[in-house]
């Protein structure tokens, strides 16, 4: 682990890293835009492998590797969704720097707003590289900004544009900045990197490694964060537009494409935060944690929480499985003395497992996870 070339740079980077001992989850939003990076940059140069970047063909090409290339939907559905990723990631890495006052180290803070700007302007050429009608006037809009730029707005624009319009010219360039302008973020990144690290190594009079139990309360976060996130998506119920690059915008929406996937995140996720929720529980009773009491209890309420909201969503599809599970599980409570059929009448609505009941269940699997933060 210590003297292997390739496994001593994982070693200094996650195990024996110089950290204190009372780092936050905060300082996890680091690492993680550097994985949004790689994720992108490796899923872009799939995407760019089947990409025509000329205007009578960019938009065909798009809809050619969603529905012709092998798994080319989640390749493109990977690339779009982590840009968003990327960018909440960037943001409250901002926002942690703000509040720790890390603005206070200048140069590295620089170098931050530096590939800041870089990272939107990537995203911005990478929007346009669909070409459909959001993309074109996009495009023109954004680059017409720099028109107000003194002596030389006007020049610059059409230097951009490579011409009097946006036109074909310009899709072919956007096309290798946004190629081009990840491996210049790459470059830029390193050097603060490793100036953190030296930091850190000058700060510290002697390494102060995390422990790697730790690990398991920031995949609890993101866990539940992804829960959330997809939880909100399904929610909400939005029309898709038909997939053409010529007909005029009428009005600007978020289509939901392959709501199908978000909702096996969100039911996959759910498994995988049960068992960070157990391995968290084992960490603690081999530590002892269970003796602090107060933390304990609180402990065990958010896990009655936590599966009182699995169990309302696991009856949501309302399938027969979903609906004896909720006919099974919800008369348990009549076990309850003096009051068990009325609370279990109380959760079902009425006399039985119905429409009542879903629309509670629905409530109630929307409300708890922001009970549980």
Known sequence: RKTHPLFKIVNDA???LPAPSNISTWW???SLLLLCLAVQ??????????????????????????????????????HANGASFFFICIYLHIGRSLYYGSYLYKETWNIGVVLLLLVM???FV???LPWGQMSFWGATV??????????????????????????????????????????????????PLFKIVNDALIDLPAPSNISTWWNFGSLLLLCLAVQILTGLFLAMHYTSDISTAFSSVVH????VNYGWIIRNLHANGASFFFICIYLHIGRSLYYGSYLYKET????????????MTAFVGYVLPWGQMSFWGATVITNLLSAVPYMGNALVQWIWGGFSVDNATLTRFFAFHFLLPFTII
């Open 14 to 16: 996650l195990i024996d």
């Open 28 to 30: 996890n939003f680091g």
């Open 41 to 78: 940059i490796l899923t872009g140069l799939f995407l760019a492998m089947h990409y025509t970047s000329d205007i009578s063909t960019a938009f065909s090409s798009v809809v050619h590797i969603c529905r012709d290339v092998n798994y080319g939907w989640i390749i493109r559905n990977l």
């Open 121 to 123: 302007m990537t995203a």
């Open 126 to 128: 990478g929007y346009v």
């Open 142 to 191: 954004i680059t017409n900004l720099l028109s107000a730029v003194p002596y030389m707005g006007n020049a610059l624009v059409q230097w951009i544009w490579g011409g009097f319009s946006v036109d074909n010219a310009t899709l072919t360039r956007f096309f290798a900045f946004h190629f081009l302008l990840p491996f210049t973020i790459i470059a830029r990144k390193t050097h």
């Open 252 to 255: 600007i929406c978020r289509d």
């Open 296 to 307: 304990w209890n609180i402990g065990v309420v958010l896990l009655l929480l936590v599966m």
